[in-house]
């Protein structure tokens, strides 16, 4: 007997009763092998296909006649000798443009298996020769069975026939497996990123193209993160278009990123699938921009001549440490200063919270708590009527400083702050001596 051939054996002993009854006396027949009936008949059979190499040894009855009486044995003895290994190739799985995952059984028949291969060439002369790669597991014991083995196929050319075939070596020979065919995918889009456009502080346009290769395009997208990290924090964002027909050529996508950090090095990449791989580019480098600095307060302009005495703004006022009142005003030290809060808009400017400075004294207010990063009209009414100062932006914080004032003359003096949608603050200044 050989590990993986067919077994068939008719024992000799016999007898002419009917219901014979047929049995294993003692020992036992090879792993595979079986004692049986041929159908339809009284005739014993040992048949099978032993699947372990080894010396076996056994001794079948038969017993006949009326009350069993009768009986007649035969011994058999010898080795399941080990087989060349067998192996079968399947259909291979994970078929990209340049990859295949080729699969199939080896069985070791007795004998370890030292190597398990495969050899892929083109099946139009692509390749001057095959290619051999190991497989996985690569080698296997003498008692084991069927096994699935897999062989990563790389480097192929895109949309071209490959065949390829599973190889085994035992101790007592090399079997090859029926080859296989298969043909590679189309080539993955060709894509490009550009430089990106449109960076302010907290936000970035990613630019690039895409190519079809043969197949619609059905995913572009971007990913973006910071360059101090690694790719994987990367967020991805859908490009315009977010695909393409198969024959696209250049065609020009973007990817808007929001929610960027301002003064900061960020890196994008844009990519492209079809119907079996993705495509990617190189990172790109851009950096998103800084805040700017508040601006320098608006020269001062000298307010129209007011027949009574008035606030006189100036931008040479005495120095000073403003101290912060933190509702909407900063004086001179020992110059009463309070928290106040702001003036309802709805109310009289009588209501207004007041800061009581001495005659003579450098005054400077501070607006807080404004809507940021928007321009207010300042002015000033000192019983003569109002009179414009400046136009000051807020910043980001929301606060802004008016103009320096010299009190010359006992006076009750009202800010106003305003912007171009009516927003209004009041602040109330009295100056005495």
């Not at 035992?170 to 497996?177: A, D, F, L, M, V």
């Not at 990613?206 to 924090?233: D, F, H, K, L, Y």
């Not at 120095?319 to 309802?344: E, H, M, N, Q, Y």
């Amino acid at each position: 007997m050989t590990v993986g051939g067919s077994v068939d054996v008719k024992p000799s002993a016999s007898c002419q009763a009917s219901n014979p009854v047929w049995s294993i006396v003692s020992g036992a027949l090879p792993a595979g092998v079986a004692l049986g009936v041929v159908d339809g008949t009284n005739i014993g059979v040992i048949a099978g296909t032993p699947t372990e190499a080894g010396p076996y040894a056994v001794t079948v009855s038969v017993t006949c006649g009326y009350g069993q009486r009768y009986s007649s044995q035969i011994t058999y003895s010898g080795t399941v000798a080990a087989a060349a290994s067998t192996v079968a190739a399947s259909a291979p799985a994970s078929v990209t443009s340049s990859e295949v995952l080729g699969r199939g059984t080896v069985t070791p028949n007795g004998s370890a298996v030292s190597s398990v291969e495969c050899r892929v060439v083109s099946s139009v002369g692509g390749l001057p020769s095959a290619t051999v790669v190991p497989a996985t597991p690569s080698t296997l014991g003498a008692d084991a069975g069927p096994t699935a083995v897999t062989c990563a196929l790389s480097e192929l050319t895109p949309n071209q026939r490959y065949v390829y075939d599973l190889v085994a070596t035992n101790g007592i020979g090399t079997t090859t497996s029926a080859s296989v065919p298969f043909v590679t995918g189309a080539a993955p889009p060709i894509v490009s990123a550009g430089a990106a456009t449109a960076v302010p502080q907290r936000a970035a346009t990613g630019n690039g193209t895409v190519t079809a290769t043969n197949e619609s395009v059905s995913e572009i997208r971007c990913a973006v993160w910071p360059a101090a990290q690694s790719p994987s924090a990367a967020v991805t964002a859908a490009a315009t278009p977010a695909s393409a027909p198969d024959t696209s050529a250049n065609l020009a996508v973007t990817c808007d990123f929001a929610g960027l950090a301002s003064s900061t090095a960020y890196a994008y990449t844009v990519s492209a699938r079809d119907e079996d791989d993705w495509a990617t580019t190189a990172p790109v480098s851009f950096a998103t921009t800084a805040w700017p600095a508040p601006p320098a307060p608006s020269p001062t302009p000298t307010p129209d001549p007011a027949p009574t005495p008035a606030v006189t703004p100036t931008t040479t006022a005495s120095a000073f440490s403003p101290v912060d009142l933190g509702g909407g005003l900063s004086t001179a030290p020992g110059a009463g200063a309070r928290r106040l809060p702001w003036v309802d808009p709805s109310r009289t400017r009588r209501d207004a919270p007041v800061v009581v400075a001495p005659v003579g004294s450098a005054v400077r207010v501070r607006a807080e708590d404004l809507a940021p990063r928007r321009a207010w009209t300042v002015s000033v009414d000192a019983g003569a009527g109002w009179h414009r100062l400046a136009v000051v932006t807020s910043t980001r914080a929301g606060r802004l400083v008016l103009p320096a004032v010299v009190g010359s003359h006992a006076v009750r003096a009202s800010f106003r702050l305003t912007t171009p949608d009516r927003a209004t603050r009041w602040i109330v200044l009295r100056v005495r001596g």
